[in-house]
């Protein structure tokens, strides 16, 4: 139900409000600091007790990702429910483009029952806008007082800071592309090399805290020139995005050291159906830290040269390089083959 009343005295008093406000809010940086300042703002304006801030959710679903003023639905935290994207006030809005007030919540055909449970007297749902859609929306929400009359220039107040909140979130999500793109290869998703410094500096800090040990492993694969000479760059391309989904279904936080066979194993499965019947097999080197105690350039060296060493064996399997604890003089690092062919 939508609804627009004659403007009130303090109208002005409001605007003056807002535009303050926003000279404040286009100072902060930090996304969910803008949101929540620009939610209790805007709730302050209307004399609202809360508002939160929805976005999709996977597939055909949207969840509540930041809120102000209201904690649980239902006994559940607001920040972990989720709907389906055509139910509720939220679902119509994001559906149609338009904003939905509802002065009387609970008497809605669109009401939610956790939202009724939770108290919800009374909302404005807004959607937000993006370059090319909406992003996501604003519920303003009353829950202990009945809402004061939507008038034009409060409906304004409410679109402007939609607005800024639409533009500010989609702000977030290309920084955080941009972001991810300079930690990841865009062909096949997988961390690059700048990742890989970084994770694995925490991984050596992390495994001389724990005491534990960490594996570096560096992985070629055999025979994959061959499709890039023969077949270009493209099937090449392909076959290279196919491979890292097969290594990613074998990978689990946590595994050990088995999961190295896994990984060939998983590459020669997927290489015996290569381009126009080519071959691919997978050539892996690791070495352990800290039995390996050395720094992360020379730990990325000793897995390469590990890898070169199953390589020259024939491919198709791994090879780890064994190192004695720094220390002991007696002993030198040696290595060891362990062939695993499928």
């Known amino acids: 139900m939508q609804n627009a009343c004659p403007p009130s005295r303090n109208e002005s008093e409001q605007w003056q409000a807002a535009v303050q406000a926003t000279t404040r809010l286009l100072q902060i940086c930090s996304f969910p600091e803008f949101f929540n300042a620009a939610a209790q703002t805007l709730a302050g304006l209307l004399n609202a007790d809360g508002a939160a801030l929805i976005v999709t959710d996977g597939p055909a679903r949207l969840r509540y990702r930041l809120f102000y003023g209201l904690d649980h639905v239902d006994q559940m ?44 007297r009374a909302n404005l749902v807004l959607p937000l806008p993006g370059p090319s859609g909406f992003v996501g929306a604003i519920a303003i929400a009353w829950l202990r ?10 409906l304004a107040i409410a679109e402007l800071f939609a607005a800024m909140i639409g533009s500010a979130l989609y702000r977030e999500g290309l920084e955080r592309q941009l972001h991810n793109h300079s930690l990841t290869d865009p062909l096949t998703e997988l961390p690059n090399r700048r990742m890989l410094a970084l994770r694995l500096a925490e991984a050596q800090e992390q495994a001389c805290r724990n005491q534990t040990l960490m594996a570096l492993a560096v992985l070629d694969l055999d025979g994959f020139k061959t499709i890039n000479d023969r077949f270009g760059h493209s099937a090449g391309d392909q076959f290279l995005r196919l491979t890292a989904d097969a290594i990613r279904g074998v990978i689990r936080e946590n595994d050990a050291a088995s999961v190295l066979g896994l990984i060939v194993e998983a590459v020669a499965k997927h290489g015996r159906n290569g381009p126009h019947g080519q071959t691919v097999t997978a050539s892996l080197g690791a070495t352990i830290y800290p039995l390996d105690l050395a720094g992360p350039e020379a730990l990325l060296k000793n897995a390469d040269q590990a890898m070169y060493i199953a390589k020259r064996a024939g491919g198709n399997q791994f090879h780890v390089r064994a190192s004695t604890p720094a220390g002991d003089p007696a002993k030198r690092p040696s290595s060891r083959l362990m062939p695993q062919n499928f």
Request: glycine share 10%.
């Open 145 to 154: 007082e009945d809402p004061l009359a939507l008038t034009p220039a409060r």
């Open 77 to 120: 935290p607001i920040v972990k429910f989720s709907f389906p994207d055509d139910q509720g006030t939220v679902g119509q809005v994001l559906t149609t483009g338009q904003f939905l007030f509802t002065p009387d919540y609970p008497g809605s055909a669109s009401a939610m029952p956790e939202f009724v449970s939770a108290g919800l």
